[in-house]
């Protein structure tokens, strides 16, 4: 009830990146996001079957949240969930009829495994989560660590 979770997470940092120096720290966690207008959501990574009127639409989705903490005090400096389309709000992102808010591509409905382990074992739906990953975080932390370089030189004028 009275956590300080401020200090509980930096501390956390702390323990992980003993005996390093880093100007930076880079924590890559889950996110999570709503799907469509449901009242259902997602989270991390994964594989979801939604069944329309009409059949049924698989999307593979790739959800990760970024903090970027201070190398000193391990404070949070800048944290955002990891997008692959930067230009757009997840606010306006659900305006435009986005079903996931982050990282996902429809598949066709045959991509979905019969069985929940085949998704585990299936290289092609792992490369593709990779692959997702790999380019929201490419897109998110430059924006993360330039606003944050930004703020530095600012404070130095």
């Known amino acids: 009830m009275f956590r300080d979770l401020n200090a509980e997470l930096a501390q956390y ?28 959501t997602v989270r991390g990574f994964g594989i979801l079957n939604h069944d329309v009127v009409l059949g049924r639409r698989i999307y593979l989705y790739a959800l990760a949240f970024v903090r970027i903490f201070d190398g000193r005090d391990f404070s949070v400096v800048r944290q955002s969930s990891a997008l692959i389309n930067t230009h757009h709000s997840l606010m306006v992102q659900r305006l435009l009829g986005v079903q996931i808010g982050g990282p996902y591509r429809e598949l066709p409905a045959e991509s979905f495994p019969t069985r929940p382990e085949d998704a585990a074992d299936n290289p092609a739906l792992r490369d593709d989560v990779r692959a997702m990953l790999t380019e929201s975080l490419d897109k998110t932390l430059p924006l993360l660590i330039g606003v944050q370089r930004a703020a530095r030189n600012s404070d130095a004028r």
Do not use: E
């Open 13 to 40: 940092m702390r323990d992980v990146a003993k005996g390093t120096n880093c100007r930076h720290y880079i924590q890559i966690l889950n996110s999570i996001s709503p799907f469509g207008s449901s009242n259902y």
